[in-house]
């Protein structure tokens, strides 16, 4: 029998390059481990729609901290609880946001351990998308802390679909609109076959799967758990 060695927590750097593709739909480019999911954030944060039409996958599970909850809640309030991974796009207001605009597919893997307390709205493993399918991905063993619209796998979206995804762990804001799957959803948005299974505290307004969401927005299969 040979041993099985986990995956190494990430050690807070951002790859030089992803792990193969070039952003096509025949040849999406590979994220393999929590360096290049990094990467990731920082060329969508870059600008210039980048990420328009690009195709990006998950090879493997990701473990950005191990075990992350259970640390104590002091240490995770106080940023101390491990390494803080930005999200994915960003946002400061609907007339300023650089969002992903792409496909991500996480093809079943797993991301555990995102650490997210930095003080600010819209944390989430993406902070914003637009035009974006995210799809097939569990993140895990994770926590969130901040302001207005916190979710476990997008933050604001516009005319974007998330389908086959979860989020296990705790979500806290000092604001409204948290929720478990999704913070704000606009436009001809979808979320489909989602669940939570999570703590979830705010000052007003929270939802298990989805905060708030535009008239034109359309939730299929969701569940909670608490």
């Known amino acids: 029998l040979f041993a099985v060695s986990a995956r190494a927590a990430w050690d807070g750097t951002v790859a030089s390059a992803y792990a193969g593709g070039d952003g096509s739909k025949a040849n999406p480019y590979q994220i393999s481990n929590a ?6 954030a920082e060329d ?8 328009r039409g690009k195709y990006f996958v998950l090879t493997a599970d990701i473990v950005i901290n191990d075990n992350l909850l259970g640390n104590t809640t002091s240490a995770l309030e106080g940023q101390t609880a491990g390494k803080l991974f930005n999200p994915i ?16 597919d996480g093809q079943g893997h797993t991301i555990s351990g995102m650490y997210q307390a930095i003080f600010v709205a819209n944390d989430a493993l993406f902070a914003a998308v637009e035009d974006a399918v995210i799809k097939n991905v569990c993140v895990k063993d994770s926590y969130i802390y901040g302001g207005k619209y916190c979710a476990g796998i997008v933050s604001f979206g516009v005319n ?6 979860s989020f296990e762990g ?27 299974k999570c703590n ?6 929270l939802g ?6 535009g008239k034109d927005t359309i939730l299929e299969e969701g569940r909670n758990i608490y």
């Open 35 to 40: 360096n290049e999911l990094a990467k990731l």
């Open 44 to 51: 969508v944060k870059a600008g210039n729609n980048w990420s």
């Open 89 to 104: 796009g960003t946002f400061s207001s609907y007339d300023s946001y650089v969002p992903f605009m792409g496909v991500f």
């Open 160 to 165: 974007s679909q998330i389908r086959n995804c």
């Open 170 to 196: 705790t979500i806290k804001s000092w604001e409204w609109y948290a929720a478990g799957i999704a913070g704000q959803l606009l436009g001809d948005s979808k979320v489909q076959n989602c669940y939570a």
């Open 200 to 205: 979830i505290n705010a000052k007003n307004y």
């Open 208 to 213: 298990g799967i989805i905060g708030i969401v």
